[in-house]
Structure formats: C-alpha cells, structure tokens
C-alpha cells in the first residue's frame, strides 16, 4: 500500500468516526430529552398527590359551587384559600412548560382531563377573581392576570378528544 492510499483510508475511517461520534451524541440527546420529560411528567404526578392539592381540589369540587360569588371564595378559611391557590399555581406552571415545551399536552390532559369535567368552569372562574374581572369571572380583554397561562392551558385541553369510555376499557388490551 502506497503513502496516497493510505492517506485516503485514514481520511475514511476518521470521517466515519466523526460520523459515529455524531449519531452517539444525537443519540445521547434523544435520551436525555427523554429523561428530562419523563422527570416533569413524574414532578406533575407527585404534584397532584399532595395533601395541599387534594385539599383544593376537594375545595373547589365541594365547597365552591359552580354559581360560587367572590363572597363565597372570601368565606374559605386561609388554608383552603390556600389549597385553591395551589392548584391554581401548579395548573400556570403546567401550562407554561406545555407551552415552552417541557411537558406534553397529551401528558398534561392525561392528568387533569378526568378533573376537569367540575374543575373546568370553576377554575375559569377563579382566574377571573383573581384578575380582577367582573364578578361573573368574565374578561373584557384588558387585564393581565397572574394566572392567564391556565386559561390558555384550559383551553388546550378542552381541544383534546374527549375520553368517551372509563380508562380501563379504552386501554383494555394495553401492552407495555
């Protein structure tokens, strides 16, 4: 073998390990995203589980009728206005990394679809008191409020199919 060729099977081999080196990396990358969202998904389940959490879901469902006045939200005692609250934190965190990304809509509907058939309204609701709106938690377009981002994210969500059966018959024949 001549200086040339193996000047020419060196350059070869030294692409294909720059070629090799690239789908590591790429693979790496891929792993790594995954991980990362399989870490936030697992954040948003831990995040449900709370007592606090519970508590406001348990507020919202059974305290806060669906007609509720502003009034009624002032009767809470500080730590039910501060499980509602929570919720109404974690649900704007959710929605801003749905939006940037970090958590999937799928994701995200998947854990809070089967809450939002008597959270949904009630929540709109909440986000209108806490924006300053009208008493009937109506926006006239104007105001930013803190919680602005669950109304977007609500509105994602009510975009998803609906589940038309309970889970365990939908997924009945799921393999893992």
Not at 44 to 63: C, D, F, K, R, Y
Not at 122 to 132: E, P
């Amino acid at each position: 073998m001549n200086l040339e060729a193996a000047a020419q099977a060196g350059e070869a081999l030294g692409g294909i390990a720059i070629l090799l080196t690239m789908l590591f990396g790429l693979r790496q990358m891929l792993e790594w995203n995954q991980s990362r969202r399989n870490e936030i998904s697992q954040n948003v389940a831990t995040h449900l589980s709370t007592p606090i959490i519970q508590l406001g879901m348990s507020v919202i469902v059974n305290e806060l009728k669906d007609d509720f006045t502003i009034r009624d939200l002032a009767a809470l005692s500080r730590e039910q206005k501060n499980a509602v609250n929570a919720i109404m934190v974690g649900l704007n965190n959710h929605a801003i990394m749905t939006f940037q990304g970090h958590l999937s809509l799928d994701i995200i509907s998947a854990f809070y679809q089967p809450y939002s058939v008597i959270l949904d309204q009630r929540i709109r609701k909440l986000v209108g008191f806490t924006s300053g709106w009208s008493e009937g938690g109506i926006s006239k377009g104007e105001e930013v409020g803190p919680y602005d981002w669950v109304i977007w994210l609500l509105d994602r969500m009510d975009e998803q199919p609906k589940i038309s059966r309970p889970v365990y018959e939908l997924h009945r024949n799921w393999k893992g």
